[in-house]
């Protein structure tokens, strides 16, 4: 008979299986019968279900919960919001900076979400956004992973400090390198920029995560060269081209080609389905573009691909709650993912796929994993996507660090139950 800190009793597993949970400090211990073990803590999570935590691969903290100020995106648009953000980061303080991350960081840990790769805008002199999220990324370890992307915002090359700030922050201990190419002058420097940043990945030994034609251009295609200089510096299994927009309006045949490209480099991408839909197609009239990427191409090739949140509450985006399984619903749904081996892979889009993207050590459901996993209430991974329910428990690095109840609804009908779940079983 096993003793544990912390033990979860039948569980349902994303993959289909009833599991028991034993937690010894800050890992899983064992998984699987432990009928007869005993715990400090027991959690009985029959018929729910038992995920490792959300993981948001693509998202800026430095603007997040800056909504309004100093004024509102009118136009909807990404280049008013990046004119928007220049505007507020003059004027932001770096505890403004710090305040609103943790804050959204107590929504993150209340969701599930324990593991965000965020990036921070190096076009800026002082570097206040790099001081503010290296604060919080020591503030929020002992329960949040929280990765930085030096990113600079307005062009490696078309912002004259660009490149002196950006490895200004990578020296101050910020953990991957990002860019982005299509908002370079030319097309010609948006190639010499994604060679160039890297390069400067390849020599420190660093991930690259860069910011890739997020635009309705059919002819922005920055990723052929970020897959090129992916094989040719060995960097493959650790580029990660976000957003990838144009592709949704690439010629057949080039994207015939470009995807064995980026599958051959070992490319990730992270589609944000709610801000490119709301972002992209804003020149359009009818039939209107929505901007989401080639998702189910790609993974047809292969190619790891992660939902990302982006933004919330900002110069972009004046929604938002840190639920990935917002994100998933969304994404399922414009990128036509409902059957259900699609929909199951929209919520490991959300935790498992997203985690290998960010490199993870000791992520998942197995024993001898870091400890940290969320209860849903919900029955399997479809219905935590059709419901967005309930993070019932939240645990980190093997401490419960948050609790929620069951949203279930009171009724007051002639002939019908006193109350109601929206939980239903369903077809697999």
């Given amino acids: 008979m096993a003793e544990f800190d912390l033990l979860i009793t039948d569980g349902n597993l994303p993959d289909g299986q009833v599991a028991d949970i034993g937690i010894v400090k800050d890992r899983i211990a064992a998984i699987g019968d432990l009928s007869g073990s005993t715990a400090a803590r027991v959690i009985d999570a029959a018929g729910d279900l038992v995920s490792p935590p959300f993981v948001d691969p693509h998202f800026h903290m430095d603007a997040t919960l800056s909504y309004g100020t100093p004024r509102i995106n009118a136009s909807g648009t990404l280049l008013e919001g990046i004119a928007l ?22 929504w993150a840990v209340s969701q599930g979400l324990l593991a965000i790769r965020s990036h921070v805008d190096t076009c800026d002199d002082s570097l206040k956004g790099v001081e503010a999220m290296l604060q919080v990324r020591e ?46 002058r030319t097309m010609e420097d948006g190639r010499a920029s994604v060679r160039e940043l890297c390069e400067i990945a390849a020599e420190r030994g660093l991930l690259v995560d860069m910011h890739c034609d997020e635009t309705d251009d059919p002819l922005s295609r920055h990723v ?21 927009t144009s592709m949704h309006s690439m010629d057949n045949y080039y994207v015939s080609k470009l995807l064995p490209l980026m599958a051959e480099a070992g490319l990730s991408a992270v589609p944000n389905p709610l801000i490119n839909i709301v972002i992209q197609g804003r020149h359009d009239s009818f039939p209107k573009r929505r901007g989401l990427t080639r998702v189910k191409e790609m993974q047809s090739h292969g190619i790891t691909v992660g939902w990302g949140q982006d933004c919330v509450r900002d110069p972009w985006y004046p929604l938002g709650t840190a639920d990935m399984l917002d994100v998933a619903f969304m994404g399922l749904h414009v990128a036509q993912m409902t059957s259900p081996a699609e929909m199951r892979q929209c919520f490991e889009m959300a935790t498992t796929e997203s985690a290998k993207i960010l490199h993870l050590e000791g992520y998942g459901l197995y024993e001898g994993a870091r400890a940290s996993l ?19 428990a ?21 002939g019908r139950p006193a109350g109601v779940r929206r939980r239903h079983h369903h077809a697999n």
């Fill in 85 to 106: 953000w220049g505007e507020l980061k003059q004027i932001a303080t770096v505890d403004q900076m710090v305040e609103r991350a943790l804050a959204y960081c107590d």
């Fill in 224 to 244: 052929e060269t970020l897959a090129y200089e992916a094989q040719r510096l060995g960097l493959q299994g650790r580029v990660n081209g976000s957003h990838l």
């Fill in 394 to 414: 939240v645990i980190s690095k093997g401490r419960v660090v948050s609790e929620t109840p069951r949203a279930d609804a009171r009724l007051d009908l002639p």
């Fill in 139 to 184: 503030t929020v370890k002992p329960y949040l992973d929280l990765q930085l992307v030096a990113f600079p915002q307005d062009g490696f090359l078309r912002d004259p400090t660009a490149k002196a700030n950006t490895l200004r922050a990578l020296d101050m201990g910020v953990d991957v390198v990002g860019g982005i190419p299509h908002f370079e």
């Fill in 374 to 392: 969320v209860i849903l209430d919900a029955g399997d991974a479809i219905e935590a996507i059709r419901l967005r329910p309930a993070r019932l």
